[in-house]
């Protein structure tokens, strides 16, 4: 089979590697891909915003399914054209991928389903959303309603952060993802990530994992798309699992499928573990990024299979996904700058000798430069540049292998976090 992968980042290049795996695939294309992605699968000049010259290319090369992996695609309806042209994908159509694409919407679903979650108000104008804020307590949580590349999340710590926060959306640093903000009581608890495929009637677990947001060591400073991830995120306990599915996932798709816009693909839940016990902080239509590439790490079997059983509604007669007991941690190598303007241009070498001791180096903001020439090089092109994943019995052997893995690369215009799976690591050492 013949598969198109839409996307260009470290969560596609994760996903080409395993695909690439697959004894069922004859031909990977990417769009647009990247150079590492470039190791698995043949690139190509598609936008994958224009549903139309998707369906047009996967038409002349027989294409029999398209994987979307980032959020853009699915929230411009890229799914629904290809469904409407008989081609099978991987990922949500637009009305569904509205549980990432409007956190209003999904709000107002968890209200509609008895879904736990926090408290929220909804705002369309800055006058609305300054008298909201009076009916929550410090600290208040601000957000963008739309898409914001991970960023469009502010923890207010006193009323004039918060004052200061829905401002700065309201005046569009944000894009249009501030024409609309949700203010949200503050959680207490430890935050995890649980991931579910689901066909829009059968759901079944795929793995968990915890994010590191921040952009520096000891989680301060301002919000950014990850800087690195391990799975499986041990205290999102078996029965924590079983109750997410039970009180979150399983209720959302039930929701869906009733609203007449199932929800097909996977389903990323961002949730705080409370004292009361899991709630619902945000969805996602994709797979994480970076929690994807500890994933791909773990996963056994074959990706491809489990991707078209899903997209054509045959989730219920494959086997459930399995993972590798050992643990996967990913350490986000990033350009100097990030989160704000990063530093673009920078030259990176080192590669094959970070991986020559068992460890990947997924590729995300990368190119060639003077690509087509003798000596092309590989630079840093985006906010986060590299994604160096390892694996171990421990959370705490990953991360040493991950480090080991950082050190080797050469990468001058970057910076990392160094404390990648601090809490596990701690919980690991008794502390």
Same mark, same amino acid.
């Given at each position: 089979m013949n598969v198109l992968l839409l996307g260009s980042g470290g969560r596609e290049h994760a996903l080409a590697w395993k695909l690439a795996q697959s004894d069922g695939l004859d031909k990977l294309f990417a769009a647009p891909g990247n150079p590492g992605i470039a190791d698995h699968a043949e690139c190509v000049a598609l936008d994958p915003l224009d549903p139309r010259a998707v369906v047009a290319f996967c038409t002349a090369n027989a294409v029999g399914l398209v994987v979307i992996g980032p959020e853009g695609p699915l929230v411009a309806g890229v799914a629904d054209s290809l469904r409407a042209a008989g081609v099978a994908v991987f990922g949500?159509?637009?009305?569904?991928?509205?549980?990432?694409?409007?956190?209003?919407?999904?709000?107002?679903l968890c209200t509609r389903a008895a879904i736990p979650t926090a408290g929220y108000a909804r705002a369309t104008s800055r006058e609305d959303a300054l008298a909201a804020l009076g009916g929550f307590g410090l600290p208040v949580?601000?957000?963008?309603?739309?898409?914001a590349a991970g960023k469009g999340v502010v923890i207010a710590e006193s009323r004039a952060e918060a004052e200061a926060a829905i401002a700065d959306m309201f005046a569009g640093s944000f894009g249009d993802a501030g024409a609309e903000v949700v203010i949200e009581e503050f959680l207490t608890g430890e935050e995890a990530s649980f991931f579910a495929i689901t066909d829009g009637v059968t759901v079944v677990p795929f793995g968990s994992a915890q994010d590191h947001k921040r952009? /520096?060591? &000891?989680?301060?400073? *301002?919000?950014?798309? /990850?800087? &690195?991830?391990?799975? *499986?995120?041990?205290?999102?306990?078996?029965?924590?699992e079983a109750r997410a599915m039970a009180e979150i996932i399983a209720p959302t798709v039930a929701a869906m499928a009733a609203a007449g816009t199932p929800y097909s693909g996977v389903l990323y839940a961002g949730l705080m573990l409370t004292a009361e016990g899991p709630k619902l902080i945000e969805y996602n239509a994709r797979f994480g990024d970076p929690e994807c590439q500890v994933l791909m790490m773990r996963m056994e079997g074959d990706l491809l299979a489990l991707l078209l059983a899903c997209a054509e509604g045959r989730l219920a007669g494959v086997a459930a996904p399995r993972f590798a007991g050992t643990s996967a941690l990913t350490v986000v190598m990033a350009a100097h700058g990030y989160p704000g303007k990063p530093e673009t241009g920078g030259a990176i070498q080192g590669i094959k000798a970070a991986e020559a001791g068992g460890a990947k180096v997924f590729q995300a903001g990368t190119a060639l430069a003077g690509a087509g020439l003798a000596g092309a090089g590989l630079v840093a092109s985006g906010g986060r540049v590299l994604n160096v994943t390892a694996t171990g019995g421990t959370v705490t052997e990953a991360q040493a292998r991950a480090y080991r893995a950082v050190d080797a690369v050469d990468f001058p215009s970057g910076f990392c976090r160094r404390d990648i799976g601090w809490r596990e690591v701690a919980r690991e050492a008794g502390a």
């Open positions: 949500p159509g637009r009305a569904a991928a509205q549980l990432e694409g409007s956190k209003g919407f999904t709000k107002d949580v601000i957000k963008a309603d739309g898409l952009v /520096g060591d &000891g989680d301060v400073g *301002p919000n950014t798309g /990850g800087m &690195g991830a391990y799975s *499986p995120a041990p205290v999102l306990t078996p029965a924590l």
